[in-house]
């Protein structure tokens, strides 16, 4: 039986390893994947970070790269990968997890093949779980190829002719210029009225001014982290207005119905589509874990990654206390505020 078994061997599950190996901790990762770096991997080829590197540090490794480097995913992978290898951190991967159940003073972590015992579980799987698609795409003819935005890699899985990009997020926008400029006609369902933030402003970057005027540290229990928390997060790095304004992009509103080759939006229908980029995001799933209470969104109740149910604790959660909780430079805070914590219970 393990002290402790980390659920997920990304960002978070890395630096909560660093902590407990400060602690002198029994532990082991398991991971669903079979390399480190995997679900970065899997995401689009342009993909590069909106932070620059001097924000991506986790605990006790700066992030290899000159100050003001945006990094793509495959620098991201590699630095996790040294990281495991700096810290020896032990990974079991291939080990996708079904069942966490609470047995009086320890927990029974079942995969596929392996049942793990331990005194405590720290949940690391991140934020993006499910992938949301809506149910309208059901209806949609199979003459359209479909890609979520999890499974895009680039234009080259596109076949020629009008392309829709669905999603107002930064996946969605990020994906949506990248389809542009291969000149062909787009179509873009989403919000129009959503700001956008630049990557450098006055010679320093966004998160410098962000650190300066103490962003990063607002939490989600006070009154402005509550406003921010619940609103339409800003895109970071592209210019939204002159990307809508674009020649060959169309701005169609919300995606509403499909039948066959035509589908409906707020201001049109639509027959000519012939890709279609859902980046219309991810549900959280955590039916896996027996027991535990749910939020309003889906989320376990915690407070700061510590659970209602006692001997677990979540980590890299979208604002498990600040917006950064989810990044790859802001986790390390959470996973400090859990070494501290679980320093105290001993």
């Not at 495959?74 to 080990?95: C, H």
């Not at 003459?143 to 392309?163: A, M, R, V, W």
């Not at 707020?266 to 896996?288: H, L, M, V």
Request: aromatic share 14%; hydrophobic share 35%; proline share 4%.
């Amino acid at each position: 039986m393990k002290e402790f078994i980390i659920i997920g061997a990304g960002q978070a599950g890395l630096s909560m390893a660093y902590y407990l190996n400060q602690l002198k901790k029994d532990y082991l990762i398991v991971d669903a994947n079979d390399v480190i770096g995997k679900p970065w991997l899997k995401r689009w080829d342009s993909l590069k970070l909106f932070t620059p590197s001097e924000y991506n540090n986790l605990p006790g490794l700066n992030f290899p790269f000159k100050k003001g480097h945006y990094a793509n995913k495959y620098e991201v992978a590699n630095y996790l990968d040294t990281y495991v290898d700096t810290f020896n951190i032990p990974i079991e991967f291939n080990q996708k997890i079904n069942s966490l159940e609470k047995k009086e003073d320890y927990f029974i972590v079942k995969s596929n093949n392996t049942t793990y015992k331990a005194k405590n579980v720290v949940i690391a799987t991140g934020p993006f779980h499910t992938p949301f698609t809506p149910l309208c795409h059901k209806k949609i003819d199979n003459s359209i190829t479909q890609i979520h935005s999890e499974f895009y890699k680039n234009p080259n899985q596109l076949k020629d002719g009008d392309t829709l990009v669905v999603g107002s997020g930064d996946s969605g926008v990020q994906i949506l210029e990248e389809i542009s400029n291969t000149d062909r006609n787009v179509f873009f369902s989403g919000k129009t009225n959503i700001s956008s933030l630049p990557q450098e402003f006055l010679g320093k970057t966004l998160w410098w001014w962000f650190s300066k005027i103490g962003f990063l540290a607002i939490n989600k229990y006070s009154y402005l982290g509550k406003k921010i928390s619940t609103g339409l997060q800003p895109v970071i790095g592209t210019d939204v207005k002159a990307l809508f304004k674009k020649p060959n992009i169309n701005c169609v509103g919300r995606t509403l119905d499909a039948n066959g080759t035509e589908l409906t939006f707020e201001k049109e229908k639509i027959n000519s589509i012939k890709n279609i980029i859902w980046a219309t995001g991810f549900k959280p799933n955590f039916s896996w874990i027996k027991g535990i209470e749910l939020d309003h969104n889906h989320y376990p109740k915690n407070y700061r990654g510590i659970s209602n149910t006692k001997g677990i604790y979540y980590l890299g959660l979208p604002w498990l206390y600040t917006r950064g909780s989810a990044t790859l430079g802001g986790v390390k805070k959470d996973a400090n505020y859990l070494h501290n914590y679980i320093k105290k219970q001993a």
